[in-house]
C-alpha cells in the first residue's frame, strides 16, 4: 500500500514557486483586524533581525494554530499573547480573508494558510502589554501604533500582508476575500 501520509518534509518540489533558500514549515495561521472604537487598526511595527535586508514593516497581530485549536481558539490566544487584549470569542467575525503566502523568518521559510478576521473593540485602542509574548516576538516587534484606517489605505509603507491596504476596505465591507498566493520574503 503505498504511504500517503505527510509526515516527510517539505521540498521545493511540491511548492511551485517558493525558493529553495531555507527549511520549509508549513501551518494554518490567524491574522486579526483589531479595530478601536474610534475605527482605528491596530498593526505591530515589525523586523527580522536574522535578515535586516528585509527592512521594516506594519504587520497584523496574529500567528500560527497550535494542534487541536480552532481559528476562534488561535485568534483569542494569538490577540492575548501579542498585546494582553483578552476578547469574548463572539467578539470575533467569521474567516472571510483567506490567503496562501510564504515569507522568510528567521531560519526557516514559512509557507502559511491564513484566515483574517475582525476583531472590535468597545472602547479606545489601548497600550499594548508584551507579559505574555514569546522571545522572538519581543525582538522582532519594537513598536505599535493605532492607525486610521484611511492612513493604512493611502499609505506607502510595507505591510504584512502586503495588500493589507487594498484589501483591507473590501474586508470591512464584509466582502468574501480568496487571495492569490503571496511571496512576501
Known sequence: MPDTS?????????????????????????????????????????????????????????????PGETYLD?????????????VDPARVGPPRWRRRASFIHRQLRHVQDEVIVAVRLDGPGPDVDETDRLDYEREDYFGFRWWPVGGVVESRERFYPGRLPELLTPFLAGEEIDEPFELWS
Open 74 to 86: 488561535t485568534a483569542v490566544r494569538e490577540l492575548r499573547e501579542e498585546t494582553g487584549i483578552r
Open 6 to 66: 505527510d509526515d516527510k518534509p517539505d521540498t521545493p518540489d511540491d511548492l511551485p514557486g517558493i525558493p529553495d533558500d531555507l527549511p520549509v514549515v508549513r501551518r494554518s495561521a490567524v491574522r486579526l483586524v483589531v479595530l478601536d472604537a474610534d475605527g482605528r487598526l491596530l498593526l505591530f511595527h515589525t523586523r527580522d533581525p536574522d535578515h535586516p535586508r528585509l527592512g521594516t514593516w506594519w504587520e497584523l497581530p496574529g500567528g500560527g494554530a497550535d
